[in-house]
């Protein structure tokens, strides 16, 4: 059996999907969660991009002792110091670097001649060596770099002392075979290949990203990169809960395997989705709502008779939990906390108190609370410790059929400050946003998505909200979760205000990074 090292780019990667914008205490309870996953590797950022992703890199680095914590640097001097700065206090520090090695991206955003490429890649290879234990090296755009330049390069790079030789599909556009021999001419042409781990790199824009990775590893690749859910640019990365079950399922042929902890992957998968904004498509393999839902008489006829007739994956072996034991308004502190550590939270012993008065305040108005509901309550008030310039108050919304729509909102500004305005809409949500809007002062935000879900069922259900808005000219999302719909629409917005606010403040020097 073939162990291949999982290496997560759901921070950097993942964090370059159109409106996501995660900030330190999301991005630090991601890596934790990675952690318990078992991946080997978390790529946490982009370190010379900006302060906030610098600090980001850094704080992951420091608090992740499970495994390598990695970021991404151009092949550029200045780049590759600030990315030691960020990572040097890591268990098992390591760099990504990368230049694009394509005749288009070398041509048109490089401006540089194949072989001053050549000359780049190798000094900064040689500099980056001499800080760094263990240095992974990208030729971005490799499937479309013509084969001896590609085996040229990768051998000076070898020589200069890089370690990992990643091959990225930059744009999604090779496919399984082709990609298979991509790797299989890199060992015939490459002299010192032997010295390195070849590592997969997949976009999914023809939808094969997770096709493109097993041949990579049919063919000699021993590191694959992806996201959770397969976030990332464009039509995003390739889906590592794809890969790693498609690995485990069909062992017998692939002879490989990961040491992803499986049952951590529906956790992942939920909490990154809820962090990110984004949502798991109901029909999406592994990590889907419908992924083990037998709809067809047939089929659930023959699911009863025997499980194996129609289901490949048995849902726990991902981590869904059959158990449906809720607490409610009479359950104590202790059910409580253990209830928290069976569901797999950690909660700090000085927030069990907090976090108990809110879950109690809840309990007395919803009749049961569901594991679902606990997760969401905890992860709210953890995150909710952030600093924040608008601090929800008070919302009244009035609305009748044949009146306008009113809201009133209060809030605490920037400087403890209260704020009070009213406003009117053609429904309830236009009027509070409205309202909202109002309190911001000169800054309009345009509303580019809402959504509205039910965490769990019942008609008590909590609602969570998530909105993306543009805001002071930058696009993010937002989520705000209570009780009532109003309530949460109005959170979710002052959550995509107030990260955008944070951002500006701690932030503003962002860098595009790669096409
Ligand atoms: O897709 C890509 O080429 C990348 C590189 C920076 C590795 O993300
Ligand atoms: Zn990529």
């Not at 001649?113 to 990208?138: C, D, L, N, R």
């Not at 971005?140 to 590609?150: G, I, N, V």
């Not at 692939?254 to 109901?282: H, N, W």
């Not at 809720?326 to 569901?343: P, Q, Y």
């Amino acid at each position: 059996m073939q162990r291949v090292k999982i290496f997560d780019t759901t921070l950097r990667d993942g964090e370059q999907s159109a409106g996501v914008n995660l900030n330190l205490s999301e991005k630090l309870e991601i890596a934790r969660q990675l952690e318990k996953l078992n991946v080997d590797i978390i790529e946490a950022g982009f370190p010379a991009a900006s302060k906030g992703d610098f600090l980001s890199v850094q704080k992951v680095a420091e608090a992740i002792k499970g495994c390598s914590v990695t970021g991404l640097a151009r092949s550029v001097y200045s780049d590759i110091d600030t990315a030691w700065e960020a990572l040097k206090n890591g268990a098992d520090p390591r760099l990504h670097l990368f230049i694009a090695t394509s005749p288009i991206h070398m041509k048109y955003k490089l401006r540089q001649t194949p072989q001053e490429v050549i000359e780049t890649a190798v000094q900064t290879v040689k500099y980056a060596s001499s800080k760094f234990p263990i240095v992974q090296w990208s030729a971005e755009d490799a499937c479309r770099t013509e084969l001896p330049f590609l085996a040229e390069i990768i051998e000076e790079v070898i020589q200069a002392g890089a370690r990992v030789i990643n091959i990225p599909d930059t744009v999604g556009y090779i496919t399984p075979e082709e990609y298979g021999q991509i790797f299989q001419y890199l060992k015939q042409n490459v002299p010192s290949i032997d010295k390195v781990s070849l590592s997969t790199h997949c976009h999914n824009d023809l939808g094969m990203a997770i096709a493109n990775s097993l041949a990579a590893v049919q063919n000699g690749a021993t590191q694959v990169e992806g996201t959770i859910n397969g976030i990332g640019e464009r039509a995003g990365n390739a889906a590592l809960e794809e890969f790693a079950v498609a690995l485990q399922i069909r062992k017998d042929y692939y002879q490989a395997d990961t040491r992803m902890k499986l049952d951590e992957i529906s956790r992942s998968s939920s909490l990154i989705s809820k962090l990110t904004g984004m949502p798991v498509p109901a029909n999406k393999a592994i990590v889907g709502r419908n992924a083990f839902a037998h709809e067809s008489g047939i089929h659930q006829d023959g699911v009863l008779k025997e499980k194996t007739t129609y289901e490949i994956i048995s849902p726990q072996l991902v981590g869904y939990q059959t158990n449906s034991m809720v607490l409610g308004k009479h359950s104590g502190r202790h059910a409580f906390r253990n209830r928290l550590s069976e569901i797999g939270l950690h909660v700090p012993e000085e927030d069990i108190s907090r976090l108990f008065a809110v879950f109690k305040d809840l309990a007395d108005r919803k009749k049961e609370m569901t594991d679902e509901d606990i997760t969401a309550i905890v992860l709210e008030e953890k995150l909710s410790k952030d600093p924040s310039f608008y601090e929800f108050l008070s919302i009244q919304v009035q609305y009748g059929t044949n009146q306008v729509p009113t809201a009133t909102v209060t809030l605490s500004g920037r400087n403890n400050e209260l704020i009070q305005e009213a406003a009117t809409g053609a429904g309830s949500i236009e009027a509070l946003y409205n309202t909202l809007e109002k309190c911001m002062g000169k800054d309009k935000a345009n509303l580019l998505d809402y959504r509205i879900q039910s965490v769990g069922a019942g008609r008590d259900a909590l609602a969570q909200v998530f909105v993306k808005l543009r805001y002071a000219g930058t696009e993010t999302s937002g989520r705000g979760l209570a009780q009532d719909v109003l309530e949460a629409s109005a959170k979710a917005y002052l959550n995509a205000v107030n990260r955008i606010l944070y951002m500006y403040e701690n932030d503003n020097s962002k860098l595009p990074v790669h096409g």
